[in-house]
């Protein structure tokens, strides 16, 4: 009778563990689907002040650590080194937009510094290098026609700022219109452009008259950030001086701001090019003509944070 009792509990307090976890998994499930409707409120919400008129303000940016240290590491060919790198990217903005007219101006800074220490090599240098150096500044204010179309003007600056800030540096001053067609996306096309250039080599490096062509995208879809950047100058001189950046950045948030980021970059300018092979690889023999103008290319990831 007592290992009869003893089974019928067990199976009554089977029957209600069941019974208790499916409710609890159903009442999960409402949760989750509560979650993804609030959610979707919240993304809602967000387009709506995104497209408010007025100042809008944020930022953000990645930045990557990678340290090590080795001591009696004979497995490898330097036992005793230290290494690092350190990459800081942050993509900041600042927008009005009014009934009759905008202003928008935009930045990108990324910068980065790597080392690599042997210490067993006494003429080694054990300081951190400058690897990546690049500042943007874009400053585009519009009249408008329509609500999606608009008479602007353009002022953008490109130069480093660690090494050779300046040198070269381009500055653009243009005139003509913006298309938004949606609020997350600028693009500006400028027939009347020109684009000065500073160097201290002027035989390589010159300013000309030409079209500018500028697309922006920013965007947020819930925790993912989305930012792309096109900066095109075509020369009517010589095409020799045009150039263009395309640059894009993700940001997705983990916690409280914090995240991860990735961001690439594409470039291509036939100047910096020839510089290059000039002036750092000393080919007296380079010209426009002859110069390897390989695609320039970088990425950075790492830890992201939003402002």
């Known amino acids: 009778m007592k290992r009869i009792f003893t089974i019928c509990f067990l199976l009554v307090a089977t029957a209600s563990f069941a019974q208790t976890k ?6 999960q499930s409402a949760k ?3 979650i993804s409707a609030l959610q979707s409120d919240v993304d809602a919400l967000q387009t709506k002040i995104d497209e408010f008129p007025g100042w809008h ?22 036992p005793d080194n230290s290494a690092g790198n350190i990459t800081i990217t942050v993509n900041p903005y600042a927008k009005l937009n009014r009934e009759t007219f905008f202003w ?20 080694d240098d054990e300081d951190y290098r400058q690897a990546t150096d690049i500042f943007t500044l874009t400053s585009l204010y519009g009249y408008k026609f329509t609500e999606k179309l608009a008479a602007s ?9 660690l090494n050779n800030f300046n040198d070269p540096g381009y500055l653009d001053l243009g005139v003509g219109i913006t298309w938004t067609p949606i609020p997350s996306l600028i693009v500006v096309a400028h027939p009347l452009n020109y684009n000065f250039v500073f160097s201290n080599d002027d035989v390589i490096f010159d300013s000309s008259l030409g079209f500018k062509l500028v697309a922006d995208y920013s965007k947020s879809f819930g925790k993912l950030k989305v930012k792309s950047n096109l ?9 020799n001086l045009s150039n263009w ?30 510089n290059y092979a000039v002036n ?28």
Do not use: C, H, M
Request: charged share 20%; glycine share 8%; net charge negative.
């Open 153 to 161: 003007a353009l002022v953008e600056y490109r130069t480093t700022l």
């Open 57 to 78: 303000f944020g930022a953000f940016g990645t930045i990557g650590a990678n340290l090590s240290e080795f001591n009696n590491w004979y497995a490898q060919g330097s």
């Open 231 to 239: 900066s095109l100058f075509q020369s009517y001189e010589d095409s």
């Open 104 to 123: 928008y101006t935009t930045a990108n800074v990324n910068l980065s510094w790597v080392k690599f220490d042997d210490k067993d090599d006494p003429n």
């Open 245 to 274: 950046t395309w640059t894009n950045a993700l940001g997705y948030e983990v916690w409280r701001g914090i995240g991860l980021g990735f961001e690439f970059g594409l470039r291509d300018n036939k100047q910096e090019a020839l």
């Open 32 to 34: 989750k689907d509560s």
């Open 280 to 307: 750092t690889l000393n080919d007296p023999n380079a010209t426009f003509d002859n110069v390897d103008n390989d695609l320039q290319t970088y990425w950075t990831f790492g830890l992201s944070y939003a402002f």
């Open 22 to 27: 499916e409710e609890l998994e159903s009442l």
